[in-house]
Protein backbone atom coordinates (compact mmCIF):
# COMPACT_ATOMS: atom_id res chain seq x y z
CA UNK A 1 0.00 0.00 0.00
CA UNK A 2 1.12 3.24 -0.62
CA UNK A 3 -0.47 6.27 0.75
CA UNK A 4 -3.57 4.23 1.14
CA UNK A 5 -3.36 3.37 -2.45
CA UNK A 6 -2.22 -0.44 -3.85
CA UNK A 7 1.07 -0.33 -5.21
CA UNK A 8 0.13 -1.47 -8.39
CA UNK A 9 -2.58 1.13 -9.35
CA UNK A 10 0.73 3.70 -7.64
CA UNK A 11 2.95 2.59 -10.09
CA UNK A 12 0.76 2.19 -13.02
CA UNK A 13 -0.30 6.01 -12.89
CA UNK A 14 3.35 7.21 -12.25
CA UNK A 15 3.78 4.91 -15.58
CA UNK A 16 0.87 6.95 -17.73
CA UNK A 17 2.35 9.86 -17.15
CA UNK A 18 1.96 11.48 -14.10
CA UNK A 19 5.20 11.13 -12.52
CA UNK A 20 6.57 12.65 -15.83
CA UNK A 21 4.03 15.80 -15.55
CA UNK A 22 5.14 16.36 -11.66
CA UNK A 23 8.51 15.55 -12.35
CA UNK A 24 9.42 17.13 -15.29
CA UNK A 25 10.11 20.94 -13.84
CA UNK A 26 13.00 18.51 -11.37
CA UNK A 27 14.15 16.58 -13.66
CA UNK A 28 16.46 19.16 -15.58
CA UNK A 29 17.87 20.27 -11.99
CA UNK A 30 21.61 18.88 -11.89
CA UNK A 31 21.72 17.12 -9.01
CA UNK A 32 18.70 14.95 -9.75
CA UNK A 33 19.88 14.33 -12.95
CA UNK A 34 22.90 12.95 -11.47
CA UNK A 35 20.70 10.55 -8.97
CA UNK A 36 19.06 9.17 -11.85
CA UNK A 37 21.91 6.65 -12.41
CA UNK A 38 22.42 5.94 -8.86
CA UNK A 39 18.46 5.07 -8.44
CA UNK A 40 18.63 2.82 -11.72
CA UNK A 41 21.58 0.52 -9.95
CA UNK A 42 19.77 0.73 -6.73
CA UNK A 43 16.34 -0.67 -7.91
CA UNK A 44 18.52 -3.32 -10.36
CA UNK A 45 20.31 -4.38 -7.14
CA UNK A 46 17.63 -4.67 -4.29
CA UNK A 47 15.28 -6.07 -7.19
CA UNK A 48 12.55 -3.35 -6.84
CA UNK A 49 10.26 -0.88 -8.97
CA UNK A 50 12.42 2.31 -10.18
CA UNK A 51 9.35 3.90 -8.54
CA UNK A 52 9.68 2.49 -5.30
CA UNK A 53 13.48 2.99 -5.14
CA UNK A 54 13.32 6.57 -6.67
CA UNK A 55 10.91 8.34 -4.12
CA UNK A 56 12.61 7.85 -0.78
CA UNK A 57 15.66 8.46 -2.37
CA UNK A 58 14.39 12.18 -3.44
CA UNK A 59 12.98 12.58 -0.30
CA UNK A 60 16.20 11.98 1.26
CA UNK A 61 17.75 14.48 -1.11
CA UNK A 62 15.39 17.14 -0.95
CA UNK A 63 14.94 17.17 2.76
CA UNK A 64 18.93 17.06 2.88
CA UNK A 65 19.45 20.17 0.45
CA UNK A 66 16.48 22.01 2.71
CA UNK A 67 19.07 21.16 6.00
CA UNK A 68 21.96 22.27 4.77
CA UNK A 69 21.00 24.58 2.20
CA UNK A 70 20.69 27.87 4.96
CA UNK A 71 23.93 26.44 6.12
CA UNK A 72 26.31 26.87 3.82
CA UNK A 73 24.98 30.30 2.53
CA UNK A 74 27.33 32.59 3.69
CA UNK A 75 30.04 30.35 2.81
CA UNK A 76 33.41 30.88 0.98
CA UNK A 77 34.29 28.29 -1.66
CA UNK A 78 36.81 26.44 0.46
CA UNK A 79 34.58 26.13 3.58
CA UNK A 80 32.04 24.67 1.30
CA UNK A 81 35.09 22.15 0.25
CA UNK A 82 35.69 21.68 4.05
CA UNK A 83 31.89 20.98 4.42
CA UNK A 84 31.78 18.70 1.77
CA UNK A 85 34.96 16.70 2.76
CA UNK A 86 33.66 16.36 6.47
CA UNK A 87 30.08 15.25 5.03
CA UNK A 88 32.06 12.31 2.61
CA UNK A 89 34.26 11.24 5.69
CA UNK A 90 31.64 10.73 8.03
CA UNK A 91 29.37 9.89 5.92
CA UNK A 92 31.66 5.96 5.69
CA UNK A 93 30.80 4.86 9.03
CA UNK A 94 29.64 1.06 9.37
CA UNK A 95 29.38 0.97 5.53
CA UNK A 96 29.85 -2.84 4.97
CA UNK A 97 28.89 -5.16 3.13
CA UNK A 98 27.26 -2.69 0.14
CA UNK A 99 31.08 -1.25 -0.07
CA UNK A 100 33.27 -2.43 -2.90
CA UNK A 101 36.18 -1.51 -0.98
CA UNK A 102 35.15 -4.28 2.00
CA UNK A 103 34.95 -6.97 -0.74
CA UNK A 104 38.39 -5.92 -2.16
CA UNK A 105 39.99 -6.18 0.53
CA UNK A 106 38.66 -9.54 1.90
CA UNK A 107 40.08 -10.73 -1.71
CA UNK A 108 43.29 -8.82 -1.72
CA UNK A 109 44.36 -9.85 2.12
CA UNK A 110 42.38 -13.68 2.03
CA UNK A 111 40.45 -12.56 5.32
CA UNK A 112 37.65 -14.64 6.28
CA UNK A 113 34.57 -13.19 6.27
CA UNK A 114 34.35 -12.25 10.12
CA UNK A 115 38.31 -10.84 9.98
CA UNK A 116 36.89 -8.44 7.18
CA UNK A 117 34.06 -7.09 9.09
CA UNK A 118 36.73 -6.44 12.00
CA UNK A 119 39.18 -4.64 9.97
CA UNK A 120 36.86 -2.75 7.73
CA UNK A 121 34.64 -1.23 11.20
CA UNK A 122 37.92 -0.21 13.11
CA UNK A 123 39.35 1.31 9.46
CA UNK A 124 35.85 2.72 8.41
CA UNK A 125 35.64 4.48 12.29
CA UNK A 126 38.89 5.85 11.97
CA UNK A 127 37.95 7.70 8.85
CA UNK A 128 34.95 8.66 10.11
CA UNK A 129 36.31 10.28 13.33
CA UNK A 130 39.51 11.21 11.84
CA UNK A 131 38.30 13.26 9.05
CA UNK A 132 35.80 15.12 10.40
CA UNK A 133 37.83 15.80 13.02
CA UNK A 134 41.36 16.82 10.27
CA UNK A 135 38.47 19.36 8.49
CA UNK A 136 37.77 21.26 11.34
CA UNK A 137 41.26 22.16 12.23
CA UNK A 138 41.85 23.35 8.79
CA UNK A 139 38.72 25.45 9.05
CA UNK A 140 39.76 27.00 12.36
CA UNK A 141 43.54 27.33 10.62
CA UNK A 142 41.93 28.98 7.59
CA UNK A 143 39.34 31.48 8.96
Same mark, same amino acid.
Given at each position: ?????? &??????? @????????????? %? %?????????????????????????????????????????????????????? &???????????? @???????? %??????? @????????? %??????????????????????????
Amino acid at each position: MTAGLP &LDSTTSA @FSKGAGAILGLPL %F %FEVGLVMMVPIIFVMARRSNQPIVRTAIPALAGVTTSAGIVAPVVTGLSAMHNS &LLALSIGAGSVC @FCHVNDAG %FWMVREY @FGLALKQTV %FVWSILQTIVSVVGPALTLVLWGVLI
